[in-house]
């Protein structure tokens, strides 16, 4: 039976982050790939890893691009690198890939609904809030990397995660999702929901109006 196969990406400073969203992914039946190795169920019920890498003539770009995310039926960027994974981005959107980002941060909201950005999607009530979500393209639907830059802040942000890898998520909200956590095992369930097709981001909280022009 074809198990589907999931493109795990991030840099090398998120290397503990991606090895764990990895594990993850095969636990919930699935094979994971990074640029850098392969990870699978083994018939022992232990998760083997694998050398995966390019040819000794390939591309890295060629790699990345064609062989890891091409060949993947979805994506998960862990993003935790200032200005990084903005090349992987930008291909997972180009090839219409179901794509999963998660942010590691500090904050996933940024102290109070009254000082963090309208588009931020956060779980209510305080209690609950494991994770939050970019609702930029969804509560205001012509929201953009410029808007980005004058709102109020949100943990993307904070986190320095460039304005134009936002908006690649705003411009391609049906199938890509930006979220944060700032536990790890936080993300296990927004790993499970992304890969059975069950994802929901928060809705958006009586303070989250679109903006008047």
Same mark, same amino acid.
């Given at each position: 039976?074809?198990?589907?196969?999931?493109?795990?990406?991030?840099?090398?400073?998120?290397?503990?982050?991606?090895?764990?969203?990895?594990?993850?992914?095969?636990?919930?039946?699935?094979?994971?790939?990074?640029?850098?190795?392969?990870?699978?169920?083994?018939?022992?019920?232990?998760?083997?890893?694998?050398?995966?890498?390019?040819?000794?003539?390939?591309?890295?770009?060629?790699?990345?691009?064609?062989?890891?995310?091409?060949?993947?039926?979805?994506? #998960?960027? /862990?993003?935790?690198? =200032?200005?990084?994974?903005? +090349?992987?981005?930008?291909?997972?959107? @180009?090839?219409?890939?179901?794509?999963?980002?998660?942010?590691?941060?500090?904050?996933?909201?940024?102290s109070s609904?009254?000082?963090?950005?309208?588009?931020?999607?956060?779980?209510?009530?305080?209690?609950?809030?494991?994770?939050?979500?970019?609702?930029?393209?969804?509560?205001?639907?012509?929201?953009?990397?410029?808007?980005? #830059?004058? /709102?109020?802040?949100? =943990?993307?942000?904070?986190? +320095?995660?460039?304005k134009n890898?936002? @908006?690649?998520?705003?411009?391609?909200?049906?199938?890509?999702?930006?979220?944060?956590?700032?536990?790890?095992?936080?993300?296990?369930?927004?790993?499970?929901?992304?890969?059975?097709?069950?994802?929901?981001?928060?809705?958006?909280?009586?303070?989250?109006?679109?903006?008047?022009?």
């Open positions: 039976m074809h198990k589907p196969v999931v493109a795990v990406l991030g840099s090398f400073d998120t290397w503990p982050y991606m090895d764990y969203l990895c594990r993850v992914v095969v636990r919930h039946g699935c094979i994971a790939r990074t640029s850098k190795y392969h990870y699978a169920m083994g018939s022992n019920g232990q998760i083997g890893q694998s050398v995966f890498e390019p040819a000794d003539e390939e591309g890295m770009n060629d790699f990345l691009k064609k062989r890891v995310i091409e060949q993947s039926d979805k994506a #998960i960027i /862990a993003l935790s690198v =200032p200005g990084a994974q903005y +090349n992987e981005v930008q291909w997972c959107a @180009e090839l219409g890939k179901p794509t999963l980002g998660i942010a590691f941060v500090r904050d996933v909201a940024e609904q009254d000082e963090h950005c309208s588009e931020l999607l956060v779980l209510q009530p305080p209690s609950a809030k494991t994770h939050s979500a970019c609702g930029g393209g969804i509560v205001s639907p012509k929201w953009t990397g410029w808007r980005c #830059i004058k /709102a109020k802040p949100c =943990p993307f942000k904070t986190q +320095n995660i460039a890898i936002l @908006e690649y998520f705003h411009h391609n909200n049906s199938f890509m999702y930006l979220f944060a956590v700032d536990q790890i095992h936080n993300s296990d369930a927004l790993v499970k929901s992304f890969l059975d097709c069950t994802l929901i981001r928060p809705p958006p909280s009586a303070a989250n109006h679109p903006p008047t022009s």
